[in-house]
């Protein structure tokens, strides 16, 4: 999984829960003219380590970075209209905050801690929700608030030079050992013990996709190093001074 992927995962889980908004990947939220309320996630920044674990798949390096990924949701709405007089509501009530706050309690919520299992990241809270509507720039909303969020994942580097696709590891069944693949050499229903681990093993089949930006190029994807695995080595004696060594 890399950065677009796990935004897009955020982002497709604020447009479940917001269906009756307009969800944005911008920054120009004051540039949005809705009707609907509006939400937009932004990406603040990457926490990663500088040496990440490695290891060595079929003469490839593959580095494995624990990955933090901070973002930014901002619900701007209009508010709800609150009844001055039997038939009267004229003025409108901030409702941000509130609203703002169901969507923390949806993230701190037993579906939420299942859906991160089942996409292998971990979606939080990550400190306070604010009101923010004197921050607006613009008239099209009323009411403002901010939220972080942080995303935690892995990302893979693989290659020589990093920047194989991580789609370019791919797995097989171990010869002789079951296929995880094949109905019948499944582990029986209630087994957790991990299933077809060790059952597979990894290689890499390589697959390069140039940046947005125009970043990497097929050449240098192709870069490699030469390794080896297993060396001999062999005991010879000598004789020093009539002395065996």
């Known amino acids: ?21 307009d969800v944005l990947n911008s920054k120009q939220s ?14 603040i920044a ?6 990440p674990p490695t290891v060595i798949i079929g003469g490839v390096p593959v580095s494995y970075h624990p990955t933090t990924l901070m ?9 709800a209209p609150v009844e001055i007089a039997p038939g ?13 706050v169901e969507f923390c309690n949806f993230v701190n919520s037993e579906y939420v801690a299942n859906w991160s299992q089942g996409h292998d990241v971990a979606l939080a809270v990550n400190g306070q929700v604010m009101d923010t509507t004197s921050l607006i720039n613009g008239a ?13 994942f892995t990302e893979q580097a693989v290659g020589y030079t990093g920047i194989l696709d991580p789609y370019s590891i791919k797995y097989r069944p171990q ?23 060790g059952q597979t093993e990894a290689y890499i089949e390589p697959e390069f996709t140039p940046s ?12 490699s190093i030469g390794y080896f695995t297993e060396a001999e080595i062999t005991h010879k004696e000598e004789k020093l001074n009539g002395k065996q060594s």
């Open 71 to 79: 973002l930014q949701a901002d619900l701007y709405t209009k508010g």
């Open 140 to 152: 099209g909303y009323e009411f403002r608030a901010t939220v972080e969020l942080t995303l935690g």
């Open 212 to 223: 947005a930006s125009g970043g990497g190029s097929e050449e240098l994807a192709k870069e």
């Open 88 to 100: 009267y509501t004229v003025p409108m009530e901030n409702t941000a905050l509130n609203d703002l």
């Open 30 to 43: 004051h540039a949005v003219k809705s009707e609907s309320p509006l939400i937009t996630l932004t990406t």
């Open 46 to 51: 990457i926490k990663r380590p500088q040496n």
């Open 1 to 21: 999984m890399n950065t677009r992927e796990a935004r897009e995962l955020v982002y497709e889980l604020m447009a479940l829960f917001f269906s009756g908004a």
């Open 175 to 197: 010869e002789g050992k079951p296929n995880p693949d094949d109905p019948g050499d499944r582990p029986p229903d209630g087994d957790v013990s991990g299933g077809d681990t």
